[in-house]
Nanobody, 125 residues
Framework: QVRLAESGGGLVQAGGSLRLSCVAS????????LGWFRQALGKEREFVAG????????YYADSVKDRFTISKDNAKGTGYLQMNTLQPEDTALYYC??????????????????WGQGTQVTVSS
């Protein structure tokens, strides 16, 4: 069972950047897809970005496309979410999770699990 821990959140002004990290311990991180999700106060959790097990395919929510970049370093057992041009509406608790089926897509076929505790991102206007 993969265990995940997020870090890198913080307070940033609109237009700024942050890089989130998701460190895996134990399990089969290298054979799993990786996803980043977020949950704003009073809202449901939503998919932000996903990457397949090898890193060849990436998927983004329309709201973050061209601003966020997901990546995965299997050798280090770490995933990343580079967030640029942050906006107040990006404020949320960000979580990473693995897709045990490997694809990393936001689809009914995904098997998301091993959720981390989350890291808070707050963007001020």
């Amino acid at each position: 069972q993969v265990r995940l821990a997020e870090s890198g959140g913080g307070l940033v002004q609109a237009g700024g950047s942050l890089r989130l990290s998701c460190v895996a311990s134990a399990g089969t991180f290298s054979r799993s897809g990786l996803g980043w999700f977020r949950q704003a106060l009073g809202k449901e959790r939503e998919f932000v970005a996903g990457i397949n097990w090898s890193g060849d395919n990436r998927y983004y929510a329309d709201s973050v496309k061209d601003r966020f970049t997901i990546s995965k370093d299997n050798a280090k057992g770490t995933g990343y979410l580079q967030m640029n041009t942050l906006q107040p509406e990006d404020t949320a608790l960000y979580y990473c999770a693995v897709d045990r089926k490997g694809a990393g897509r936001n689809s009914m076929d995904a098997d998301w699990g091993s959720w981390g505790q989350g890291t808070q991102v707050t963007v001020s206007s």
